[in-house]
Nanobody, 126 residues
Framework: QLQLVESGGGLVQPGGSLRLSCAAS????????VGWFRQAPGKEREGVSC????????YYADSVKGRITISRDNAKNMVYLQMNSLKPEDTAVYYC???????????????????WGQGTQVTVST
């Protein structure tokens, strides 16, 4: 299993941008599907975006399409989430996640995850 550590969260005004990073340690990172989930107070954890092991197919939740971009750097064992045009409803704890050789739909829509990071808080507020 991979160990995952997120960074980059913080307080941002509506309309602003943040870039979350996730550092993965462990073998064979390039064989893992990776993604970002979020959990707001009183709500269930939801899949925001996932990317395949081949750095090809991606999944985005409808609520973030057009505003958020997921990417990965297999040479550096890193996953990124670029978030633009942030809204107050994007406020949540964001978690990095990984699962080996899993379809992105299964991971992001069915919350099938092998490894979780500890989470990073994103707050969108004036």
């Amino acid at each position: 299993q991979l160990q995952l550590v997120e960074s980059g969260g913080g307080l941002v005004q509506p309309g602003g941008s943040l870039r979350l990073s996730c550092a993965a340690s462990g073998p064979a990172f390039l064989y893992y599907t990776v993604g970002w989930f979020r959990q707001a107070p009183g709500k269930e954890r939801e899949g925001v975006s996932c990317i395949s092991s081949s750095d090809g197919p991606t999944y985005y939740a409808d609520s973030v399409k057009g505003r958020i971009t997921i990417s990965r750097d297999n040479a550096k064992n890193m996953v990124y989430l670029q978030m633009n045009s942030l809204k107050p409803e994007d406020t949540a704890v964001y978690y990095c996640a990984a699962a080996r050789s899993l379809a992105i739909q299964a991971m992001c829509r069915m919350n099938i995850v092998g490894s979780w990071g500890q989470g990073t808080q994103v707050t969108v507020s004036t």
